[in-house]
């Protein structure tokens, strides 16, 4: 709209000069030469300020690109670590698996905690989080859960097509073998064939990357305090997973970078597409108070009409 008006105002301008240049050429008796003048000074002002108004139209700037060079670089560094850690697959889930690691009831705790907070905990929390914001009316808070809840979606739907594809073998299945891949195995023959990636490390590395990449958009002094707190719980799930006997260290690995990507993602895209179709479809809450005083509670799972829409999302 902005620009709209700056155009009008633009071609208004350049209507007005050239009526200008037209009454001084015709209102009087010139030669030829002078004719030609008035004819030459009328395409400049048109030149000048149709420059003017792309000048102006050019300073809204390009979008945002989704992908970067940095996702390069983290898709390759996940892959270098997995490609290590791959030759130690086999004796570090013998480590864990000794009976003197696997008494220790602290352990079993800290796993189990740390396990259930990244799956299903991590929902409750994102979807809690949204619809709190959302019938408080705090943006922010509503941006962390949902953006956090589509990291968790988008990360686990990625891991669930690699895991089903790939068919690797889970460690607590014998006899143990960290090599043993089958393509498509993990749709034909179930869980015990769904290894790779970790699902559990995709949701908490996922959860970690949406909820510390907007933090620190909105705060950026607590850019070294959010992120590693909670990269370091996320890590901790997948050690769990293989303290579990569920996954291999290469399984944590690509889950890691597969739950980050996601969650940088999905937090990039919603900043360089504001107005996407998904935003306008998300469920709308809100209170709004009653004539007798009181508040009511209005939800919907299709978005309103524009004349009656509560809460608008933030863009």
Partial sequence: ??????????????????????????????????????VAAALLALSLSSGVAGAQADTIGPPIPLFTYGDAV????????????????DRIAARL??????????????????????TP?????????????????????????LHGTEALVVGEL??????????????????????SYALFRGFAKGEDFRSFPSG????????AAAVSSETSRWWPDTRWIIGPILYTGAALTGVSRMYNNRHWMSDVLIG??????????????????????????????SLSPTPNGGQALRWSIAPAPAPFTLTAPRR
């Fill in 158 to 179: 990625v891991a669930g097509v690699i895991k089903g594809t790939v068919g690797r073998q889970r460690p607590s299945v014998l006899p143990r073998n960290s090599g």
């Fill in 74 to 89: 983290l898709a390759g560094s996940v892959l270098v670590a997995t490609l290590l850690a791959r030759p130690f697959d």
């Fill in 1 to 38: 709209m902005r620009q709209r008006e700056v155009e009008q105002r633009d071609d208004g301008k350049e209507e007005r000069e050239l009526e200008g240049i037209e009454e001084h050429c015709t209102g009087r008796r010139i030669r030829s030469g002078r004719g030609n003048r008035c």
């Fill in 97 to 118: 698996q000794d009976s003197s690691t696997q008494d220790s009831r602290k352990l079993q705790g800290m796993a189990k905690f740390v396990r259930t907070v990244a």
């Fill in 256 to 285: 890691a970078g597969v739950g980050t990507f996601a969650g940088l993602k999905v937090v990039r895209y919603h900043h360089s597409h504001p107005g996407n179709r998904l935003d306008r479809w998300l469920l709308v809450g």
């Fill in 200 to 207: 559990h490390s995709t949701s908490a590395f996922a959860a």
């Fill in 121 to 145: 905990g991590s929902y409750y929390i994102g979807v809690t989080m949204y619809a709190a914001g959302r019938l408080s009316k705090n943006d922010k808070l509503a941006d962390l859960g």
